[in-house]
């Protein structure tokens, strides 16, 4: 397990790489460039997912309370990761739930693109994000959900019976120039995209604290086996109050390829 120091110098540093690589080369042998580099210097398509949980694997109680999971060190953790991409993606379901401002307040850095997925146009317009003065709001749409007008752009794209295809999202997304995505949640949410084949990197942070009971920070479809099971390549690191498994999906689904397993990926058609 690698321990993250991170320094005023060091961040300063992870930022200025943000959209670099081939100008600047990561050094693996610092944890925290290891850690970040990967998100804060790609070109091209990058997609992070981020979940926070307890050491049982929740990520709220069954009422709905998400607060204060993550302790101070795993929130820094987040924010980083808002600050080194583009765009920030979260589900209609998330902001119904935790009204959330996806903003990064718990370190110094820019704040990202707030993307929500609102197939049906859910939201009232009346949320936090709307009416924040922050960073632009993107909402994804069907195309044939109803037009409301909201503070924030709309971008429709095909809805079919499985709903939004997240390719269709990326590729949407990336025609705004936001090629850097992180996926915050919910549940489904990141299975989808995980299931599609499309997250590079899944960062699993986990506090000491036990609820029992409660949703899960990840909602994959059920397996009968274990042979069926993700098994990415993992690195542990130590962030003070939480620990974080920084998990390879894109290496493990190459792997997986090489011996004929085969590889989950959502349904579209």
């Not at 070109?43 to 709905?64: H, M, N």
């Not at 707030?114 to 197939?119: G, T």
Request: proline residues 6%; aromatic residues 2%; hydrophobic residues 45%.
């Amino acid at each position: 397990m690698r321990k993250i120091d991170m320094t005023d110098q060091l961040w300063a540093r992870l930022l200025s790489m943000r959209g670099s690589l081939g100008k600047t080369a990561p050094d693996e042998a610092e944890a925290a460039m290891a850690l970040y580099a990967p998100m804060a210097a790609a070109e091209g398509r990058f997609v992070l997912a981020q979940v926070g949980q307890s050491i049982d694997g929740r990520v709220a109680t069954p009422s709905g309370d998400a607060r204060d999971i993550s302790g101070p060190d795993g929130i820094a953790h987040l924010h980083r990761c808002r600050a080194l991409v583009e765009a920030v993606i979260v589900g209609v379901g998330t902001v119904k739930c935790d009204d959330p401002r996806l903003s990064v307040r718990a370190v110094k850095g820019p704040n990202p693109v707030r993307v929500v997925i609102d197939c049906r146009a859910e939201l009232t317009g009346e949320e936090r994000l709307f009416r924040d003065g922050g960073a632009p709001v993107i909402l994804i749409q069907g195309a044939d959900a109803p037009e409301r007008s909201h503070n924030a752009d709309v971008l429709r794209v095909p809805r079919t019976e499985a709903g939004l295809d997240p390719c269709d999202i990326l590729d949407a997304l990336a025609d705004r120039g936001l090629s850097r995505i992180l996926v915050e949640g919910g549940a489904r949410t990141i299975a989808r995209f995980i299931e599609a084949g499309l997250v590079d990197r899944l960062h699993v942070a986990i506090a000491p604290l036990i609820i029992g009971s409660g949703p899960a920070g990840i909602a994959l479809p059920p397996i009968d086996k274990l042979t069926s099971a993700y098994r990415p390549e993992a690195r542990v690191y130590a962030l003070g109050s939480d620990i974080l498994f920084d998990c390879d999906l894109k290496s493990s689904a190459r792997s997986a390829m090489r011996q004929g397993e085969d590889i989950r990926v959502a349904d579209h058609a």
